[in-house]
């Protein structure tokens, strides 16, 4: 079968506490032969006649190419998207180097705002760039959709709009053109701030459109690491590890908003999105996924 969960060396067992809906997405792909209603009826059978239940107070599971809805749970509710918002950070700056407006081999300084804020001393995700050293465009999407930095958003931010607010500006304005009527942003890359809010079908609707739209940039996500300044950070999706056929999208954790991750995978020819957020462990985020 072309859908296949990795597993442990030691026990067998796929890793970690991902199974439940990576089976579930397995079981939606592998229906892909009666068609999409076919697999919605995969997905409400495991939830119904397998015993299967999802923790996470929100979430949705799309076919990519139809944009067909195959499970939902409270999937309008607003919550902290957390890091999962640097997607419409990446969207915006994708749609730039589409239409020609940057290039990727620009570069843009670290200020000492994003140094600080979402640098080293932040304590936080980071690229660990240096303070008012030059990065080029390519090399700041890697850090921030690879390593999840918060300084490698504020730099793209920054040299794009001249600063973080403007582009928020431009983040909003461009949500509401792809469709996205209840996203909020009050920054560039997720950290707590109160008007940071998204639904896990908004964030699902942002990814779908990012795969159709930007399938040379999305490969971005599959990468499974990056190394800058020194330093080697691995991908945060759990997904790209332990399920075949999983190249993207993107985790995230706050406080506020627990933990979330907005995943894609191509099973059986179909290519699946799927988002939770809201769990209260990094575990339960990758079992719930």
Known sequence: MAAILRTSRSSGRPYGRFWPIAAVLVMAGLALGGGVHAANNSVQGAKKDEGYEIDAPTAILIEAKSGSILFEKNSDELRAPS????LMTAEVVFNALKKGDIKLTDEYRISEYAWRKGGAPSG??????AINSKVSVDDLLHGALIQSGNDSCIALAEGMAGSERDFVAL???RARELGLT????GNSNGLPDPVNKMTVRELGMLARHIILTYPDNYKLF???????NKIRQQN???LLTMLEGADGLKTGYTKEGGYGMVGSAVQNGMRLIVVVNGLEDADDRAAEA
């Open 182 to 185: 209840k996203s909020t942003f």
């Open 83 to 86: 890091s999962m918002m640097k």
């Open 171 to 173: 983040m909003t304005k």
């Open 222 to 228: 599959g990468e499974r690491e990056f190394t800058w």
């Open 236 to 238: 945060r999706n759990p």
């Open 124 to 129: 936080g995700s980071t690229m660990f760039a």
